[in-house]
């Protein structure tokens, strides 16, 4: 396999690119930095793939960098950049998200038409259901996104199913549900619960606690990414959740257990673009990938808070 990682200094990118190369594969990474957050985040994510004669970095927005060329010789694509977040995506910064979510994968795409690709796979988003869609959320149901930045996924999604339907680029997108674990970004849930009860601080809840999600450990989202290379059915799009749905309250009382401290929990309202409950039926990857999710949340969470706990005590 040569494979070409875009955001491979992000959370999930870094992880999939180090087992690629762990399994003999040679990765090309692409990856803009963003200031999303801060850069030094990314670099320690790709400390490790810097060292490795099997990865190479390009540093450039997929929409500048010469496609043709970096995708010369390489049999599968597997595209994580992306301006993440869906409570930031409203306003003036929209434009962040069409740029990186939608044109860049047009762009990405577009060159794929002319490569002779295996796979591309598409990390797209449980975001892209909404507050519609019964529960347990399956692949057919109607998506409605309630927040901006879904909009952009399943525009990207619906991308990959277009060019996959007119140009034959092999694409697979696969709907990842809230993933965690060692290197979660610094914005999103369990990295803000861990650090402030870490520090003794105050946690910020939006609403009362009672919203749920079907956390899935980084581990698992990347054996998908992985099987979805080598046998995802083309055109098609997949659920990838961890196996379990809790509620935010769960969640705390775990990390109380971790830190064995009391929590300073501030509530505060309910954000504009949240999901109220996910909850993922992976039927559909358990067939055709064979997805199973093995990280429970306790583990998980505790490699998380691990982690977390000695990048904060080094920085
Ligand atoms: C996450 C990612 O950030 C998205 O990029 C991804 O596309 C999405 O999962 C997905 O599954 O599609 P989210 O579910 O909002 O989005 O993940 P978290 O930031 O971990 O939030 C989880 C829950 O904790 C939410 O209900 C959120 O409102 C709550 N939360 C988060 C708080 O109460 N306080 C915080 O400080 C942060």
Redo the contacts with the bound molecule.
């Keep these: 396999m040569r494979a070409l990682v875009t955001g491979a200094a992000g959370f999930i990118g870094s992880h999939l690119s180090e087992r690629l190369v762990a399994e003999g594969a040679d990765v090309i990474g692409l990856d803009c930095f963003t200031d999303y957050y801060p850069r030094p985040i990314k670099e320690a994510n790709l400390a490790a793939l810097r060292a490795n004669r099997r990865f190479a970095l390009v540093e450039s927005r997929i929409q500048d960098a010469d496609l043709a060329a970096l995708l010369d010789g390489v049999t599968h694509v597997f595209h994580l950049a ?1 301006q ?4 930031k995506s409203w306003g003036t910064d929209f434009r962040h998200y069409t740029e990186n979510n939608i044109e860049a994968t047009q762009a990405l795409l577009e060159a794929s038409v002319t490569a002779r690709l295996e796979r591309l796979v598409y990390a797209s ?4 259901y909404g507050d519609d869609t019964p529960i347990p959320m399956r692949e057919d149901h109607l998506p409605h996104p309630v927040s901006p ?2 909009v952009t ?1 399943l525009a990207a999604e619906q991308l990959c199913h277009l060019y996959h339907a007119n140009y034959a680029v092999p694409a697979v997108a696969l ?6 674990g060692p290197r ?2 610094p ?4 990295y ?2 861990l650090k402030a009860a870490l520090a003794g601080q105050p ?5 009362d ?1 009672s ?1 749920s ?1 079907d ?1 899935t450990f980084v581990a698992d989202a990347v054996s998908a990414m992985v099987a979805a290379g080598a046998r995802g059915t083309p055109g098609r799009v997949y659920n990838i959740g961890g196996g379990s749905r809790v509620s ?1 309250n769960d ?1 705390l009382a775990l990390v109380g257990r971790l830190v064995a401290k009391p929590l300073d929990i501030q509530r ?1 309202a ?2 504009k673009g ?2 109220r409950d ?1 909850y993922a039926d992976t039927s559909l990857a358990r067939g055709d990938l064979g997805y199973r999710p093995t990280v429970t949340l306790e583990q998980g969470l505790d490699a998380e808070f691990r982690w977390l706990s000695a990048t904060l005590a080094t920085s």
Excluded at 84 to 87: D, L, M, N, P, S
Excluded at 187 to 190: A, L, V, Y
Aim: net charge positive.
């Design positions: 992306a993440a977040g869906v409570r988003s449980s975001s892209v930045y879904g996924k709907r990842f549900f809230t993933v965690y979660q970004r914005d999103m849930g369990f803000r619960f946690i910020h809840l939006y609403g606690g919203q999600r956390f935010v969640v505060e309910e954000q949240d999901m996910t």
